[in-house]
Antibody, heavy 126, light 111 residues
Framework: QVQLVQSGAEVKKPESSVKVSCKAS????????ISWVRQAPGQGLEWMGR????????QYAHKFQGRVTITADRSTSTAYMELSSLRSEDTAIYYC???????????????????WGKGTTVTVSS | QSVLTQPPSVSGAPGQRVTISCTGS?????????VHWYQQLPGTAPNLLIYQNTNRPSGVPDRFSASKSGTSASLAISGLQAEDEATYYC???????????FGGGTKLTVL
């Protein structure tokens, strides 16, 4: 049974960066993708991007391209999400989730998120 | 503004049946992409409730069902229980955005 354990809460200054980790236990880390989803206070879920550790491919939501970097270390079964140029609107809970693929083609793979981490609170404040 | 549109709130009495809609467009649900549903209990991470339009993961009661038609999908909860009080999110793929998209969430209140 896969479990995702995320790093602890962070408090950051505007214009700085934050790097959140997500360590997987159980299962074979390289055999699935990991998505990052954030939730601002009182708001809904927002997909940020995903990494497929097996091939080292990262995909990003258009909104975050250029500001987010998602990586994975297969040797430690850990995925990372780094968000730069932080602003107050980035204050949110950041979740990692296991992506299970279910179809697609050579250009795109479709996923649903079936295992979630407990979330990491990131507060951006001067 | 979420790509998928859900009503902000619904409510029902214990034992009743409620439905939650999720409306998309020709670049997501209308293009034939599957819809998944998540339940988020207060103060916790989301949990997968329905995947690929109609399928329940093991452990999800059959009181939860879902369907998809055209550019919309819907989640139905029958025999409403107090423990169902949560926020529900739909999710699909959007070809214009080349990625996963969520609805804005629907808060279910059990009266």
């Amino acid at each position: 049974q896969v479990q995702l354990v995320q790093s602890g809460a962070e408090v950051k200054k505007p214009e700085s960066s934050v790097k959140v980790s997500c360590k997987a236990s159980g299962g074979t880390f390289g055999s699935y993708s990991i998505s990052w989803v954030r939730q601002a206070p009182g708001q809904g879920l927002e997909w940020m991007g995903r990494i497929t550790p097996m091939i080292g491919l990262a995909q990003y939501a258009h909104k975050f391209q250029g500001r987010v970097t998602i990586t994975a270390d297969r040797s430690t079964s850990t995925a990372y999400m780094e968000l730069s140029s932080l602003r107050s609107e980035d204050t949110a809970i950041y979740y990692c989730a296991r992506d299970t693929p279910y179809g697609g083609n050579s250009l795109v793979v479709f996923y649903y998120m079936d295992v979630w981490g407990k979330g990491t609170t990131v507060t951006v404040s001067s | 503004q979420s790509v998928l549109t859900q009503p902000p709130s619904v409510s029902g009495a214990p034992g009743q049946r409620v439905t939650i809609s999720c409306t998309g467009s020709s670049s997501n649900i209308g293009a034939g992409y599957d819809v998944h549903w998540y339940q988020q209990l207060p103060g916790t991470a989301p949990n997968l409730l329905i995947y690929q339009n109609t399928n329940r993961p093991s452990g999800v009661p059959d009181r939860f069902s879902a369907s998809k038609s055209g550019t919309s999908a819907s989640l139905a909860i029958s025999g409403l229980q107090a423990e169902d009080e949560a926020t529900y999110y739909c999710q699909s793929y959007d070809t214009s955005l080349s990625g996963s998209v969520f609805g804005g969430g629907t808060k279910l209140t059990v009266l």
